[in-house]
């Protein structure tokens, strides 16, 4: 399967952040093949209007969030303001094109891993019930060696093929504060999933050069082992 999902611990972990590093070190050393990003679901403004601006996709709005509202909280809340229900069916259906069309999707999901989609579903569900390999942002601060092991322990109660996880600096940190929030060999010894690399404080996220610079420094090799015949 050439499709990877990219979920986190919470909101604000750094899901927009990998995913677009992957897509600007994709943009910038990978231009031969094609690339596909999807929200699973987007609430208020923000990341399909950041892909579009950032990235050459060639994919309409729509292709990048199937499903948007405009209230920036909870799908299954944010569907009750607005009088409208959630068609995950169109989301699975675009998912579908786009893979079958894409060399590699870069699906990211909404919340965190525990966050509900609809008032039965959680993304846990989605990733599971799609058979979607998922990749685990984890903040730099303290609490993220909980955080790690409370949501892998989640993704295995759920079924959910997690394969490794990534820490982020959410704000400034040295690198003693990350030694301390989110020792690396702790976490892995704690849920027995790989830490594929940290993605340092960026002072512009939007930057194509500095966030294909993030994404190499990341552990590539087993991201290519993840999304199957897709090679980053």
């Known amino acids: 399967m050439n499709v990877l999902l990219i979920t986190g611990t919470n909101t604000e ?22 690339l596909g990003i999807l929200k699973l679901i987007q609430t208020g403004i923000g990341d399909r209007e950041l892909y579009q601006k950032l990235f050459n996709l060639n994919q309409s709005p729509e292709e990048i969030a199937p499903l948007q509202f405009q209230t920036p909280v909870a799908p299954p809340v ?3 303001r607005e009088g409208r229900s959630i068609e995950l069916k169109l989301v699975w259906e675009k998912f579908n094109t786009l893979r079958q069309q894409r060399q590699l999707v870069i699906v990211e999901a909404l919340g965190g891993l525990g966050s509900p989609v609809t008032h039965e579903l959680i993304v846990a569900d989605i990733a599971r019930d799609w058979g979607l390999p998922v990749v685990l942002v984890v903040p730099v601060q ?11 322990a989640l993704a295995r109660s759920s079924g959910v093929h997690l394969k490794g996880m990534i820490l982020n600096c959410v704000s400034p ?39 294909a610079q993030v994404a190499s420094d990341l552990d590539l090799e087993r991201f290519t082992r993840l999304v199957g015949s897709a090679s980053l």
Do not use: M
């Open 13 to 34: 972990t750094g899901k927009t952040v990998l995913t677009s590093a992957l897509g600007a070190y994709w943009q910038t050393y990978r231009q031969s093949e094609s």
């Open 78 to 80: 944010a569907a009750e």
């Open 142 to 152: 303290l609490g993220a060696i909980a955080q790690a092991v409370a949501n892998v």
């Open 173 to 211: 940190c040295s690198e003693q504060q990350i030694a301390d929030w989110a020792p690396i060999k702790l976490i892995e010894s704690f849920t027995n999933v790989p830490v594929l690399g940290t993605i340092p404080h960026l002072n512009d996220p939007t930057d194509i050069s500095q966030l």
